[in-house]
């Protein structure tokens, strides 16, 4: 559910009274009926939802906590799993070779030499 979602589905601001929900809650029902559609459709549903957690305190605050606390952006999660991540050989290899190229090669030169000699003998 997006942000301050029963709120929306209510047509309320978040620092609503009690008795302004009980009267959105019975405003949205009253709209139902009178569209002549049986209250327990899907919207129904999540109107019965919102109004069941915003009507009660200790369910409104807590749903309240949840939605202010904080979202983490893209850049913030990407850095999160670059700091987590441990490298595998080849992306250490990738990085030794970025910052020390001739160290790098002169490893391999010295690798594909010594494959050479053993394939001789």
Request: glycine share 2%; aromatic share 10%; charged share 35%.
């Amino acid at each position: 559910m997006k942000k301050n979602g029963y709120y929306t589905i209510l047509h309320l601001n978040p620092d609503a009274a009690p008795e302004e929900i009980d009267a959105a809650f019975q405003r949205e029902k009253r709209w139902y009926e009178m569209e002549g559609r049986a209250f327990n459709d899907q919207q129904a549903k999540e109107l019965t939802e919102a109004y069941m957690v915003l009507s009660d305190a200790d369910r409104r605050k807590c749903y309240d906590a949840e939605q202010s606390r904080a979202v983490m952006t893209m850049a913030e999660l990407e850095q999160k799993v670059r700091q987590d991540h441990r490298k595998t050989r080849l992306e250490q290899l990738a990085d030794d070779i970025a910052e020390n190229p001739l160290k790098e090669l002169l490893i391999f030169l010295l690798a594909l030499l010594t494959f050479i000699i053993s394939r001789k003998f």
